[in-house]
């Protein structure tokens, strides 16, 4: 009799510990599900001239994306990227002067006196 309830006992420790590895692996496996997700955004800033936006896509290991700013010289870069598990990060990247663009003026400073400070020993 007491060999039977060994085998039991055995038999259902042995159940709860399958089922405890079970709902661990399944917890891993949401844990570690493949990433989704998009985002973007522009900005134009008037007073300081920044002007720049991005988009980009994630479906598990592929993303793909694009980015652009004004730079300095008047011209608008563009750059289109993607990556995948494989070949890495790859990138174009494209140029071109936007016509009639006028760089914002910079902002004049303005001198202040100097700030005296004292110091007292005591």
């Given amino acids: 009799m007491s060999a039977k309830v060994c085998i039991v006992l055995i038999a259902c420790i042995g159940a709860i510990a399958a089922q405890h ?3 661990q692996a399944n917890h891993e496996e949401e ?6 997700y998009e985002f973007n955004y522009d900005i134009h800033d008037d007073h300081t001239g920044d002007v720049h936006g991005q988009k980009e896509v994630r479906e598990g290991d592929k993303t793909q994306g694009e980015y652009y700013l004004i730079d300095a010289d008047g011209h608008k870069r563009t750059v289109t990227y ?3 598990g494989k070949s890495g ?5 494209h140029r071109e002067p936007i016509k009639g663009y006028q760089a914002p003026q910079p902002v004049q400073k303005i001198l202040a006196a ?3 400070q004292h110091y007292y020993q005591h």
């Fill in 114 to 116: 100097p700030v005296q």
């Fill in 89 to 93: 990060f790859i990138a174009q990247v």
């Fill in 31 to 36: 844990h570690y599900a493949p990433a989704h």
């Fill in 21 to 23: 590895y079970y709902q």
């Fill in 82 to 84: 993607q990556v995948d």
